[in-house]
């Protein structure tokens, strides 16, 4: 067997920082088995640098910049403002098959692409260390060495063999849409109906729906993901919840079997039960599961499955409760999208009482009072 180097490199704009006591930079420890993280700043990075530009929104019949991508030094040239670098890379040593390795020394075709699919494999892992590096950079040293990436490749091999990915800025491509006489009069209502909301539903309301509006600005999956169930957990805190009777009675018949007893320290242990049933209240999924059945939109139940997934998910992510192979949990756009569909019909039925929400390319057969 033969050993290669694969590994993921971000690139950072310290915007505003310079060095004072040396031109560079130059740091490598070991993180984990068989992985090592790099940290080099000054002017020149050690790999070539790939810039690309691109509008964030893209209307197809109105045109618009899809994007150019500059690699080298021409990326350097086209950005002269770019004075300095901030360049952390993680690698990993991998072992491959001898005839593979050769063939990949050769630059054959087929061995470059398997290799970098191996890479890419490595990816989640070597993600993982370079968010750590970097969390440490700005959190110990300061925000502004990591606030600005420039770029994210993912490679394998080193010098004349090394080959990387590019990717450029992502667009997202909008509908091209006409507003019906319907919708100016559906919006002129909607506003209309704001006359008569106290402050504390208009407070409730701007709760949920400001961080839904965050969440359609995001366009980064991970970040998208929780956005997204941001406000709909908000949503799934005012949904009113059938007593829990046989949870109170139970909670009730251990109070007195305390007391009953006549210890001394009954009266410390019933008032922690009493705190403890208090703070005992339904969990998310048994509220979406109250606010679903209330609803009861088509395809309730998949509904109800899919949000029990994705609070398992969220959880994970925030609280670590659950872990896979890789120790991250992979947010996909299929789940965001999901998600986003899930979030919008149940906050909007939680807000007006129907899931009339706008027509989408994931929602076609919703009328909403526009036209392409």
């Known amino acids: 067997m033969a050993t290669e180097v694969v590994g993921l490199r971000r690139l950072f704009h310290p915007r505003g920082i310079r060095l004072n006591a040396k031109e560079e930079v130059r740091c490598t420890s070991a993180a984990g088995a068989n992985t090592e993280i790099s940290l080099y700043i000054g002017t020149k990075s050690t790999m070539p640098v790939s810039l690309s530009t691109a509008e964030r929104y893209i209307v197809p019949a109105e045109g618009g910049n899809l994007g150019t991508m500059s690699f080298g030094d021409s990326a350097l040239a086209e950005s002269p403002h770019i004075s ?4 952390l890379i993680a690698t990993q040593t991998i072992e491959i098959d001898d005839t593979l390795a050769t063939r990949f020394r050769e630059k054959d ?10 890479a890419e494999e490595a990816k989640p892992r070597l993600s993982t260390v370079l968010d750590v590096g ?3 950079l700005g959190l110990r040293v300061h925000r502004q060495l990591v606030l600005i990436p420039l770029c994210e490749n993912t490679f394998a091999g080193r010098g004349e063999y090394q080959l990387m990915t590019h990717a450029g800025d992502a667009s997202e491509v909008l509908e091209s849409l006409a507003l019906s006489e319907h919708a100016s009069r559906v919006m002129c209502g909607l506003l209309a109906c704001l006359k008569d909301a106290n402050d504390d539903l208009m407070s409730r ?8 509006s965050r969440a359609w600005r995001e366009h980064d999956n991970l970040s998208q993901f929780i956005a997204l169930f941001t406000p709909l957990e908000a949503a ?5 919840m059938p007593t829990q009777t046989d949870t109170l009675q139970s909670i009730q018949r251990v109070t007195e079997l305390l007391e009953a007893m006549g210890d001394e320290e009954i009266p410390r242990l019933t008032r922690a039960l009493a705190k403890l049933s208090e703070r ?17 939109l088509p395809g309730k139940e998949h509904d109800i499955e899919a949000f029990s997934k994705f609070n398992a998910m969220r959880n994970a992510l925030l609280h670590r409760a659950a872990r896979t192979a890789t120790g991250r949990v992979q947010i996909t756009e299929a789940n ?15 807000l007006f009482g129907d899931a009339q929400v706008y027509r989408s390319p994931w929602r076609p057969n919703i009328s909403d009072g526009l036209s392409k």
């Not at 799934?236 to 009113?240: A, F, I, M, N």
């Open 109 to 118: 075709a087929n061995a470059q692409q398997k290799v970098m699919t191996l």
């Open 336 to 350: 965001v999208r999901t998600l986003e569909d899930l979030a919008e019909r149940y906050i909007c039925y939680a």
């Open 84 to 87: 300095l670098f901030v360049e």
């Open 205 to 212: 309301a701007a709760n949920v729906l400001g961080w839904l």
């Open 236 to 240: 799934l805190q005012g949904v009113d």
């Open 280 to 296: 005992a209240g339904p969990s998310l999924v048994h509220r979406f599961r109250v606010l679903a059945d209330k609803a009861n």
């Open 134 to 136: 970097a969390g440490f």
